[in-house]
């Protein structure tokens, strides 16, 4: 998949990400105002890049990271971030495609297994793990966002029939 090109409205959900983040980094107090903000913002979610499909019918096979014994789902506010991040991990020009997914982090988090969290910028100097209770909070109805009935998201065997999982540690 390609990066999407940028719009005014990814930009502002970008912007106000990165100060949520920011905040809640500084002050652990104010993680429910970065949950706030990430319900209704675009996360952008490597996808394999070894051969496999990543997407199958309405099944996306998504990369898990291990952190203090939890399994994340790395997802990045920009695809900028994405981008730089992922290109560090393997040999690859500045600036070169990386197979992604874009989507809500609610509808992210309405498809995940009950056990998996998220991973807000894996790897950048500014992150956050998003553990299950935080992902449930996300998951709640907005009312604005709503996933595919049918779509899935594949990351791991136990969790779900049909999920699978890519995983790779970052302990």
Same mark, same amino acid.
């Given at each position: 998949?390609? #990066?999407? @090109?940028?719009?005014?409205?990814s930009a502002?959900?970008?912007?106000? +990400?990165? !100060?949520?983040?920011?905040?809640? +980094? =500084? *002050?652990?107090? $104010?993680?429910? *105002? /970065?949950?706030?903000? /990430?319900k209704t913002a675009r996360l952008y979610l490597p996808l394999p890049d *070894?051969? @496999?499909?990543?997407?199958?019918?309405t099944a996306v096979t998504l990369p898990t990271v291990s952190y203090l014994g939890n399994d994340f789902v790395p997802a990045? =506010? =920009?695809?900028?971030l994405l981008r730089e991040l992922s290109n560090q991990d393997r040999a690859a020009p500045p600036g070169s495609e990386v197979p992604h997914a874009v989507v809500r982090a609610a509808d992210l988090a309405r498809l995940l297994p009950p056990t998996i969290g998220i991973a807000l910028n894996a790897g950048a100097s500014e992150s956050v793990p998003v553990y299950p209770p935080g992902v449930a909070? #996300?998951?709640?109805? +907005?009312?604005?966002?709503?996933? *595919?009935?049918?779509?899935?998201? !594949? @990351?791991?065997? $136990?969790? !779900?029939?049909? #999920? !699978?999982r890519r995983h790779r540690s970052a302990d």
């Open positions: 998949m390609n #990066l999407p @090109t940028t719009t005014v409205a502002a959900d970008e912007g106000a +990400v990165a !100060r949520a983040l920011a905040a809640a +980094v =500084s *002050d652990a107090g $104010r993680i429910v *105002d /970065l949950l706030d903000v /990430l *070894d051969g @496999t499909p990543a997407i199958t019918g990045y =506010s =920009s695809a900028a909070y #996300l998951a709640e109805d +907005v009312g604005a966002v709503g996933a *595919d009935a049918g779509a899935k998201a !594949r @990351t791991h065997e $136990r969790a !779900r029939p049909r #999920l !699978r």
